[in-house]
């Protein structure tokens, strides 16, 4: 079982940059793989990044590669999604999660969620 805490939401320009965690309670998070995740109002929950259980692996959405890093450490137990460049669209709750035991895209794979932390990007 895993717990996570996310932080480090808040309001930012277009153009500038913030950084995500997410704090895992549990010692199941050095096994499993982590993501981030968005959700816009009214919408389902937009795949953004993930990350393997070592952290050698990770994938993007193609709307934020290049722009956004995912990843984590094990020892602190947390995951981190820098982003940067940002823009209006990229305004949503971010939700942390994890389960697969291996890096995926599709929410429905995913056991443990946090409450989510609100960026919101202004033009």
């Known amino acids: 079982q895993v717990q996570l805490v996310e932080s480090g939401g808040g309001l930012v320009q277009a153009g500038g940059s913030l950084g995500l965690s997410c704090a895992a309670l549990g010692d199941d998070f050095r096994n499993v793989a982590m993501a981030w995740f968005r959700r816009a109002p009214g919408q389902k929950p937009e795949f953004v990044a993930t990350?393997?259980?070592?952290?050698?692996?990770?994938s993007y959405a193609d709307s934020v590669r290049g722009r956004f890093t995912i990843s984590r450490d094990n020892v602190k137990k947390t995951v981190y999604l820098q982003m940067s460049s940002l823009k209006p669209e990229d305004t949503g709750v971010y939700l942390c999660?994890?389960?697969?035991?291996?890096?995926?895209?599709?929410?429905?794979?995913?056991?443990?969620w946090g409450q989510g932390t609100q960026v919101t990007v202004s033009s």
């Open positions: 999660a994890g389960g697969p035991s291996t890096p995926v895209e599709s929410v429905r794979l995913y056991d443990y």
């Open positions: 990350i393997s259980s070592n952290g050698w692996q990770t």
